[in-house]
């Protein structure tokens, strides 16, 4: 029913557009004066959503016109940017563009026939949408299941158009944000190059890159078929639906939290060609409940580290085992052959880092901790996975019903300068 109302619309347009052509015109008179202006209002037939509230709508129909110069009006809607309006025929050519209120074009027509007409331009603040999760753990894998939440704000009803959502880096990486698009009409490119993303089956289309090199960095989720928006509405829609292989994982941060907990992480592997955009996440647990999350933006071929809480099986300690400290005054020599008196003082640090399990499986397990940049380390057991300036990160495998202790001893050495002599 929708595309018959799209085509008896469609009909009505095209039968205005004939009755307004001069007899002349339809006589095949090639001439290249202009005989009449034509009004045309093409149906809507897809919309581009980005992140930010812009809308790019492509239009499309088909009209008989003969060879020679036409001019033509569009009706475009108040809400739209007319400097961004772009208009495409078939078998013509732009001579002249008058833009006062609706854009008149002057078209220069090759070939008498059917030609298609393809018109674009952008919206601000006529769209939004957002990704919304329901992840299913179990014990190897989680399945995601990521809807499109998508609202129509351009002023009327969209009905039985192609849809088609960007998505792209965290809001603080937009490159497209970076110019002003009332300003600069090269981003009509980018809403010619969204509007024109090839479809894709079965899965939504990616698109890496468009013409214009705006696009580098955005995605295109083309969704199947043809959808209604209702003006004012917001809509559900399936945008995906993906089962990842996962590393399950605890987390054990020692230098900020002395006692735990250990914090259960699940890192999902996007094996996908498209990445998941960040949004509000509901996790369930073999279909029970967990907990509500933020989905983290994920980039194909990485991995999504999703906390799930906290758990009681595995308790963790750190304790001062030992310290001292000791001063000795001495005499160095300076850079300019100088002897100076100076105290140095030495302190040593010993720590335990305490892992009591009480799982009756096996479990990955990272431990991390914090030393001063100026610590030496004496001893350490067992050998960390990791050693930074000023951090030391131990990956361990923790058997059911394992305790392990982590020690290790560091050495902060200080010189104050007491006085100087020559």
């Known amino acids: 029913m929708l595309a018959g109302g799209i085509q008896t619309k469609l009909f009505i347009a095209l039968l205005v557009l004939s009755l307004c052509l001069p007899a002349a015109l339809a006589s095949g008179n090639s001439s290249q004066s202009i005989e009449a202006t034509t009004s045309i209002s093409l149906p809507v037939d897809s919309v581009t959503i980005y992140p930010d509230g812009m809308m790019s709508v492509k239009r499309m129909g088909s009209l008989d016109v003969t060879e020679g110069q036409h001019k033509f009006v569009l009706d475009v809607p108040d809400a739209a940017d007319k400097d961004t309006v772009l208009l495409s025929v078939t078998n013509a050519t732009v001579e002249r563009i008058v833009y006062q209120g609706n854009p008149v074009y002057t078209l220069n027509v090759s070939k008498t026939g059917q030609q298609k007409f393809v018109e674009s331009y952008l919206m601000y603040n006529a769209g939004s949408w957002e990704p919304r999760y329901d992840l299913q753990l179990s014990n190897d894998s989680l399945k995601i299941a990521a809807n499109a939440v998508v609202q129509n704000n351009g002023g009327q009803d969209l009905l039985n ?58 995605y295109i989720f083309e969704l199947e078929g043809r959808k209604d928006l209702e003006m004012g509405k917001k809509i559900g829609l399936p945008l995906f639906e993906k089962t990842a292989p996962i ?30 955009p960040a949004g509000n996440a509901l996790l369930y647990r073999d279909g029970e409940f967990v907990s509500s999350i933020s989905m983290p933006y994920t980039a194909n071929g990485t991995n999504a580290s999703i906390e799930v809480g906290s758990t009681p099986d595995l308790k963790v300690a750190k304790s ?28 040593n ?74």
Request: aromatic fraction near 8%; charged fraction near 25%; charge should be positive.
């Open 247 to 276: 590393v399950r994982t605890y987390t054990w941060d020692a230098y900020n939290d002395l006692n735990g907990p250990a914090i259960e992480e699940i890192r999902a592997n996007n094996t996908m060609k498209l990445p998941w």
């Open 349 to 422: 640090w010993t720590y335990q880092l305490k892992i009591d399990s009480s799982m009756d499986t096996k479990a990955n397990l990272e431990v991390t901790d914090a030393r001063p940049k100026e610590a030496k380390i004496l001893a350490i057991s067992p050998k960390p996975f990791e050693v930074t300036a000023t951090g030391l990160k131990w990956k361990l495998l923790m058997e059911p019903s394992l305790k392990i202790a982590i020690n290790y001893t560091y050495r902060v050495v200080n010189t104050e300068r007491m006085d100087a002599s020559s």
């Open 161 to 218: 158009i192609k849809l088609k959502l960007v998505a792209g880096l965290p809001s603080l990486v937009q490159p497209y944000l970076a110019k002003s698009v009332a300003a600069d009409r090269s981003f009509a490119g980018v809403a010619e190059a969204a509007a024109l993303a090839p479809a894709a089956a079965p899965s939504p289309y990616i698109s890496g890159a468009g013409s214009t090199g705006q696009l580098e960095t955005l």
């Open 320 to 347: 001062l085992k030992d310290y001292n400290i000791s001063e000795k005054i001495k005499t160095v020599k300076s850079a300019d052959n100088q002897n100076h008196t100076v105290k140095e003082t030495t302190e």
